[in-house]
């Protein structure tokens, strides 16, 4: 019997996964056995009311925080005990919900200094800043794929909130994540450059996993291919956005909170 094409094409890979994942502070669960499979190639959003536990289980996979009990694996290695440089090494990094970039510099420069670590020049601090120029196509590149070409030589300070964001996503990709961690990207934005950094997002995703915390539920229905629903630490729902925007759990958890927004 022919098997179809569809039959035959390969669910991406499982890149970072977590099973059993919880934590507790003092004597509150603030993660409760959750676990979660994040795809090669694709975005996948963690959603939930304030208080679910999002930014915690950020922080757990991520080694900020480590966990009461559990496991994470990436890309098929056990992490639960890996300090937290030694995983953004490895290739799960994290790009933070405050712009974490160095005002002063120009953008060109934000990304050059950026690219220092997976060019092995961080540990190079001696050497003059023209040292930096062996990566400027690179950084050239990084720019182009984000948008920031015509802002290269602007001071970082002198950018709109929204561009700030953007650069801030050119220095994260700069370290060549396997996993890129985005902690409320859109937040703060207004539509214009909301629209611009989900294009930005969608395009990242093409070659390597995303997993975002995202109030803006548009973005999520528009760009990710996986929604994980948290409450009370707790999975609610998970599948794609319009099956768990139709569960009444789903719904339930977030009345009185989203339609007020």
Known sequence: MAVSAS????KPRVVLSAR?????????TAVKNVDLDVHDASVHALIGPNGAGKTTVF???????????????????DITRTPPDRVARMGLVRSFQISAVFPHLTVLDNVRVALQRPNNLSTQFWRPLSALDSLNERAEQLLAGVGLSMERDHIAADLSYGRKRVLEIATTLAL?????????PMAGM?????GVVSAIIRDVARDRAVLMVEH????????????TVLQRGEILA????????????VRQAYMGTEEHH
């Not at 922080?59 to 290695?77: A, R």
């Not at 060549?176 to 409320?184: A, I, T």
């Not at 207004?190 to 909301?194: L, P, S």
């Not at 803006?216 to 929604?227: G, P, R, T």
């Open 7 to 10: 039959e035959t094409q390969v």
């Open 20 to 28: 059993g994942l919880s934590r507790d502070f003092g004597g509150f």
């Open 216 to 227: 803006n539920l548009s973005v999520v229905a528009n760009i990710c291919q996986h929604v």
């Open 238 to 249: 998970e599948g794609d956005y319009v099956t768990v925007s139709q569960d009444e759990r």
């Open 59 to 77: 922080n757990l996979l991520t080694k900020f925080l480590q966990p009461t009990s559990g496991t994470i694996t990436l890309m098929g290695t």
């Open 176 to 184: 060549d994540p396997k996993v890129l961690l985005l902690d409320e």
């Open 190 to 194: 207004g539509q214009e450059d909301v």
